[in-house]
């Protein structure tokens, strides 16, 4: 057939049909969207920056850059709030993709807090002792090279370090922005992969343990594109079932209180099969993000071999927007599907508090210790979401604001115990420290009796709370196994204090670095945090009750 035949058949079917109606352009709320927006600009910014600024002077613009763009999205966030977008005019920005309420500006702005302590720890250049007259951080001197070999060394003497580090945290943090406040399945999916990715990079580039370190970030990228897999299949399987990925358009299938019904998909709506596995396969990939058992296996690997202030950041913020997405998801979409998933979320809290609590008890590192105590702490919060109630949203977001603090000051302080070969994480190097550095000690131990729940401290402010929710919704059965995991995990900080404080120092144990002003922020902040919220929770208590209802 001629060219000119197929074009004369192109134009005589055009003219058959009706003249194409205009096709909308997309209604974007920006300054809604600013604080993700920010942060994004920066990283790209970031990226830019290590391509075109020299060498010697990129650490310190792009120090200059996240602190900044941080900063100024957390002004953003509060600036909405103080407008009303967190309660009177919360609605569904970005032509139904984001939500703009309560929830998801409380949770952006303690993942903007938790970013920029996190910028602070990884700024850190004073902890290792110079090398070749250079100041060395916690990054690996050229990420690209294999550990111990010639092109490795002549990195670390020429003094390069990996400044894409920053760009990088604040692309995690921006996809961490959008993902509790995502309205669709597929902004959902999106956001997850944005800060997912980051963080499978960052796992990889200690300048210590390199080989420890790359291993650590490749069983997170494995086992974490396995769960990426199950929350895209359980995806489809919503899409298959309410002939949409908006969360509105499922709930009211949901709840049968639907109008237009699509012909092409009329026959699988409503396929109960599709909603309870889809849901299942979703939730799961959720679980996965916060490490609830028996999805936490990463959690211990990833934790001890990652770079210590990637952990602190990574413990605290892939909670706080994980623990968001998963109440939106089934606050908003689910809600009729409470007693379907209540059983299941029951069962999964009971093994993940007492899972985490008792095979803590038996580690011998100091951040192996921490992450299967942030398993617990998971369970803890898990209780919070089966109340079910707004009283259950508002503790849940109390406990994620002050969890995250205590971790990023507690991973700090990790990196402040050190010996011949880095950080010293065995317990045992643990010894004597509160009378070899009693300042250091007496914060780490803050840190751990809010870990533990001990009155007048943050934690126990945030227990209480989820505590309450849970028995108020009905729950009292979980509140008995919190408690009792609780008394369990109490157990293993307290020995940590003792031995740091009762026992004799060793000879050869290790020294403690004097951190420059960046990283004494980030833990005085963290021990202000815990004080504050511990004595004084009630302005926050109200604040996160407030911000604790979502917009459907």
């Known amino acids: 057939m001629s060219a000119s035949a197929v074009h004369s058949l192109w134009t005589t079917a055009a003219a058959a049909t009706e003249p194409i109606s205009k096709i909308d352009a997309p209604k974007i709320e920006y300054g809604q969207l600013s604080p993700t927006l920010i942060v994004l600009g920066a990283a790209v910014i970031g990226v830019l920056v290590e391509a075109f600024v020299p060498r010697k002077s990129r650490y310190y613009t792009q120090v200059f850059v996240a602190v900044v763009a941080l900063a100024a999205a957390f002004a953003a966030v509060v600036a909405l709030a103080a407008g009303g977008y967190g309660t009177t005019k919360a609605h569904i920005a970005a032509m139904g993709a984001i939500a703009v309420d309560g929830p998801s500006l409380f949770l952006q702005g303690t993942i903007l807090l938790a970013g920029l302590l996190g910028v602070f720890t990884f700024a850190e250049r004073r902890l290792d002792p110079e090398a070749h007259g250079n100041r060395v951080d916690s990054f690996a001197a050229q990420a690209a090279s294999v550990p111990g070999s010639d092109s490795e060394k002549a990195a670390v003497k020429a003094g390069f370090t990996t400044t894409e580090v920053f760009p990088l945290l604040l692309f995690a943090i921006s996809g961490m922005l959008v993902f509790p406040s995502a309205n669709d399945l597929l902004t959902l999916f999106i956001a997850l992969e944005v800060f997912s990715l980051p963080l499978y990079l960052l796992c990889a580039v200690a ?86 058992v028996p999805f936490h296996m990463w959690t211990p690997d990833v934790y001890q071999g990652a770079p210590t202030p990637v952990t602190g950041f990574m413990a605290a913020a892939t909670k706080v927007a994980a623990f968001g997405a998963l109440l939106r998801l089934l606050y908003v979409v689910l809600p009729g599907l409470r007693w379907d998933w209540r059983p299941v979320m029951w069962a999964v809290a009971v093994v993940t508090m007492l899972g985490g609590a008792i095979v803590a008890i038996t580690q011998t590192d100091i951040k192996r210790l921490l992450a299967y105590s942030s398993i617990a702490h998971a369970g803890f919060i898990l209780a919070g979401v089966i109340a079910t109630s707004p009283d259950g949203v508002s503790s849940v977001l109390f406990y994620l604001a002050s969890y995250s603090f205590v971790t990023i000051g507690a991973f700090a302080v990790v990196t402040l115990v050190r010996d011949a070969g880095g950080e010293a994480t065995h317990l045992s190097k643990w010894a004597g420290l509160g009378r070899r550095s009693p300042l250091v000690a007496a914060v780490f131990a803050i840190f ?105």
């Open 207 to 292: 300048r210590r343990k390199r080989l420890m370190s790359q291993e650590a970030a490749v069983k997170y990228f494995l086992l974490g594109a396995f769960a990426s897999a199950f929350t895209l299949f359980g995806i489809a399987l919503l899409y298959g079932y309410a002939g949409s990925v908006s969360y509105a358009d499922i709930a009211h299938v949901v709840d049968g209180t639907v109008t237009n019904i699509d012909p092409a998909l009329a026959g699988t709506m409503g396929n109960d099969v599709l909603l309870l596995i889809g849901t299942a396969l979703v939730v799961m990939g959720l679980l996965f993000k916060v490490g609830a």
């Open 448 to 552: 751990l009796l809010a870990f533990a729940g001990i009155p007048l401290t943050s934690g126990f402010a945030g227990k209480f709370a989820v505590f309450k929710a849970a028995a108020e919704g009905g729950a009292g059965a979980l509140v008995v196994v919190g408690v009792i995991s609780s008394a369990i995990a109490a157990f293993f900080y307290i020995r940590v204090i003792v031995l740091m404080f009762f026992s004799e120092p060793k000879p050869e144990g290790p020294t403690v670095a004097v951190p420059s002003p960046l990283t004494m922020t980030a833990i005085a902040f963290g021990v202000a945090v815990t004080l504050v919220l511990g004595v004084a929770p009630q302005y926050f208590l109200d604040l996160a009750s407030q911000a604790g209802v979502f917009v459907r």
